[in-house]
């Protein structure tokens, strides 16, 4: 498999890289990325390829579920310096349909970890089982993909150099669903 990565990033380098010199020249001096995109680490959801997008215009953070946690240095490390550093103008959390993360909250299972770090969504699915009337398992997997959206954008405000920078319009927030059917990317709020 590891094969594979150096035959890519050989075609990277002769179909890419090379014709456009000038771009990675300027970023092989810094970036300026003007998103941040919270998203999560399914394979199938890479922000750069669903967004056609070129290195050096998105600064990410992945991990499962595309959580914003309260309590974690790892997050917090990338918001401050995307904030701070590179004054990015736009946060984008981003849920996905066919989430493996979101159908592990809503089971159970024998993994220590995943369900841990769960708990950081663990209240859109609350949201969900208080739905008062019966609901597709299909309806029901969305259902809980979008109110974590909803969930983590509220996280997001927890941090007070977000209310800040949201306050004084220096940075907007966007919460988008990804289908992998459609490769439609949306904004749901
Ligand atoms: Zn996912």
């Given at each position: 498999m590891i094969d594979n990565l150096f035959d890519g990033n050989q075609r990277f380098i002769e179909k890419d890289f090379k014709p456009h010199g000038e771009h990675y020249s300027k970023l092989a001096k810094g970036q300026s990325p003007k998103v941040l995109w919270i998203g999560c680490s399914d394979s199938r959801v890479p922000p750069e390829r669903i967004t056609c997008s070129r290195a050096g215009e998105i600064f990410v953070h992945r991990n499962i579920g595309n959580v914003?946690?309260?309590?974690?240095?790892?997050?917090?490390?990338?918001?401050?310096?995307?904030?701070?550093?590179?004054?990015?103008?736009?946060?984008?959390?981003?849920g996905h349909g066919d989430c493996g993360a979101m159908k592990a909250l809503d089971a159970d299972n024998n993994d220590v970890y995943i369900p841990l770090w769960l708990n950081n969504a663990r209240r859109a699915k609350q949201v969900v089982d208080a739905v008062d009337k019966p609901l597709s398992p299909q309806d029901r997997k969305r259902r809980i993909e979008l109110e974590n959206i909803r969930l983590q954008m509220e996280h997001l405000r927890?941090?007070?150099?977000v209310r800040r920078a949201e306050k004084e319009g220096k940075v907007s927030l966007h919460g988008l669903y990804y289908d992998p059917e459609s490769g439609k990317l949306t904004k749901v709020i």
């Open positions: 914003v946690p309260n309590n974690d240095w790892n997050f917090a490390t990338v918001l401050e310096y995307a904030l701070q550093h590179l004054k990015v103008s736009d946060i984008v959390i981003c927890n941090y007070p150099l």
